[in-house]
């Protein structure tokens, strides 16, 4: 057990903003990548919903496509496979980084990562609501042994 501490703890990514030539065509190449649900917009922005989180997008002359190499934000997905199939059919590109990286038209990098092989956990209640199951909620043993590191298994 750790002693007791006064700062508020992280407990996980609310919502990310990313920069776009284009609202529109933003929302509709996430929409036509990944089961995204629109939020709601404002003047030269959109909101996708993922779940309990979201992702804003912002309308921006600085949003031209130009590459960031380092900067970017980690997604969970319950299925690499589906984005590999799917990335083919939008203007995407797959990084080469040795995990599984893309770009959208507008330069910002995504990190995926399979939900199964994360430390990362939702209620069973949550995974039911986003129609998450079988296999995809099923953590990996690299997963569950992270978790019990920190005495944070499932029981």
Same mark, same amino acid.
């Given at each position: 057990?750790?002693?007791?501490?006064?700062?508020?703890?992280?407990?996980?990514?609310? %919502?990310?903003?990313?920069?776009? &030539?284009?609202?529109?065509?933003?929302? #509709?190449?996430?929409?036509?990548? +990944?089961?995204? *649900?629109? $939020? &709601?917009?404002?003047?030269?922005?959109? =909101?996708?919903?993922?779940? /309990?989180? =979201?992702?804003?997008?912002?309308?921006?002359?600085?949003?031209?496509?130009?590459?960031?190499? %380092?900067? %970017? +934000?980690?997604?969970?997905?319950?299925?690499?496979?589906?984005?590999?199939?799917?990335?083919?059919?939008?203007?995407?590109?797959?990084? /080469?980084?040795?995990? +599984?990286?893309? $770009?959208?038209?507008?330069?910002?990098?995504?990190?995926?990562? *399979?939900?199964?092989?994360?430390? +990362?956990?939702?209620?069973? %209640?949550?995974?039911?609501?986003? &129609?998450?199951?079988? #296999?995809? $909620?099923?953590?990996?043993?690299?997963?569950?042994? #992270?978790?019990? #590191?920190?005495?944070?298994?499932?029981?």
């Amino acid at each position: 057990m750790t002693e007791p501490d006064d700062r508020a703890r992280a407990l996980g990514i609310n %919502h990310v903003a990313l920069e776009v &030539g284009d609202v529109d065509a933003a929302v #509709e190449w996430w929409r036509s990548l +990944f089961a995204v *649900e629109l $939020r &709601g917009t404002a003047p030269g922005m959109a =909101f996708l919903d993922m779940g /309990d989180q =979201f992702v804003a997008l912002s309308e921006t002359a600085d949003g031209d496509g130009t590459a960031d190499h %380092h900067r %970017h +934000f980690g997604l969970v997905v319950d299925d690499l496979d589906a984005v590999e199939d799917r990335l083919s059919e939008v203007d995407g590109e797959r990084l /080469d980084t040795g995990g +599984f990286d893309v $770009r959208d038209p507008w330069g910002n990098r995504i990190q995926l990562v *399979e939900y199964r092989s994360i430390q +990362f956990t939702k209620a069973p %209640h949550v995974l039911d609501g986003m &129609g998450v199951d079988g #296999e995809a $909620r099923a953590k990996t043993a690299e997963a569950l042994a #992270e978790l019990a #590191e920190k005495d944070m298994a499932p029981d």
